[in-house]
């Protein structure tokens, strides 16, 4: 079956940012969370092999495969071009995959950030565009295709070279439509260009676009006071044609009812909120914020054991607000269990891994002067 022929859900739900009880996943609270959004007719969620340390995709297994019919959900996930290093861990990745997942196929399968240099050089290495078709041919796979963090001019090439890719997945929200490392607007139009189908990923960018400045926050609760500022971010990527499914990787009961709420009635954007935005936007360019997503590929091969995601939490807060106690609040609880910004020995595994592209060892630098 096609792809435009499939029903796909406008909100999918990414296992990236599960609810944790202590280091573990907190199987019951997930639980809870997936009855709730496919009580609510959806269906579409999305894993990966590195997600959790591996235990996204065993997770999917408990929470979801056992507790419902194979043919009532899609199940996504995702081959990493990192942990490869020869012909034959494709197959051996992909058995785990189905072992950890507990299922004969998955719906969709993506090679996974694809970008310039090392990851995309890797898949065209390993033919893994070959073997992704074989896969699907073999009805291990209904869908093939990829996530992207690379530049359009890559994106242009690999879709004219590629054409059995059916969908792609991108970053893609407000703040990262101009930005000049992101590029989403132009992403955007690469994928219009070939019709496409996308499916998004950081549209709240990383929780980032659900806690604004109150100048920002103020003008859209002029207009929707009772709407989230999260819904707002959600909405701007709903409101795109091409859009297919919008990825929310979702921690909290709340947010699965926030995103819930958003999407079983959802409303494209007004002429007027899309001004909201776009002042919106004007007031974040003009605050000098580390744009990171907490996606947490920097942290697991981190030889000091750094939690560099809620490090930069703390930088941020000390750049938006210099006299607020919490940011030293936020600093030590990041340091607590792992080490702090000035044990970094700058080997560069961090920054070689991060899908935005972070200076991430001189802003490591930058925290341990305000913070060690």
Request: hydrophobic share 35%.
């Amino acid at each position: 079956m096609s792809l435009k022929e499939v029903k796909l859900p406008k909100l999918g739900f990414g296992l990236m940012r599960l609810p944790q009880n202590g280091e573990e996943i907190d199987l019951p609270h997930v639980c809870r969370m997936i009855d709730a959004y496919m009580n609510a007719g959806m269906n579409y969620f999305d894993t990966a092999y590195v997600y959790h340390g591996g235990k996204s995709e065993t997770t999917a297994r408990e929470a979801l495969v056992k507790r419902y019919p194979r043919d009532s959900f899609f199940l996504a996930t995702k081959l990493p071009a990192w942990e490869m290093k020869s012909f034959e861990d494709r197959d051996r990745i992909f058995g785990e995959q189905l072992e950890r997942a507990g299922v004969e196929y998955f719906d969709f399968y993506l090679l996974h950030s694809l970008e310039d240099g090392w990851n995309y050089d890797t898949y065209v290495k390993y033919d893994c565009f070959e073997w992704g078709k074989k896969k699907r041919d073999e009805g291990k796979i209904k869908h093939f295709g990829f996530s992207f963090h690379g530049t359009p001019e890559l994106l242009d090439e690999v879709l004219a070279a590629h054409p059995e890719i059916e969908f792609v997945q991108i970053q893609l929200n407000y703040t990262d439509w101009n930005n000049q490392v992101v590029q989403s607007g132009r992403l955007y139009e690469v994928l219009r260009k070939y019709n496409m189908p996308m499916i998004i990923m950081e549209p709240v960018k990383g929780g980032f676009l659900a806690k604004l400045p109150d100048e920002a926050e103020k003008l859209m609760k002029e207009v929707r006071p009772e709407k989230s500022i999260a819904s707002w971010a959600m909405r701007f990527a709903g409101s795109l044609e091409g859009v297919v499914t919008i990825l929310s990787g979702m921690s909290s009961e709340e947010q699965m009812k926030d995103n819930l709420d958003t999407f079983t009635s959802f409303e494209p954007l007004s002429d007027r909120e899309k001004d909201v935005i776009e002042k919106t936007v004007r007031i974040l360019q003009n605050m000098p914020l580390v744009g990171c997503t907490s996606c947490r590929y920097c942290t697991d091969g981190c030889p000091q054991k750094i939690n560099i995601p809620d490090i930069f939490r703390a930088l941020n807060t000390i750049r938006t607000y210099p006299n607020d106690w919490r940011s030293k609040n936020f600093y030590n609880g990041a340091t607590s269990n792992g080490g702090k910004a000035k044990d970094c020995i700058g080997c560069g595994q961090c920054e070689g891994v991060c899908p935005q592209h972070l200076p991430i060892t001189e802003l490591l630098k930058e925290a341990s002067e305000k913070f060690d």
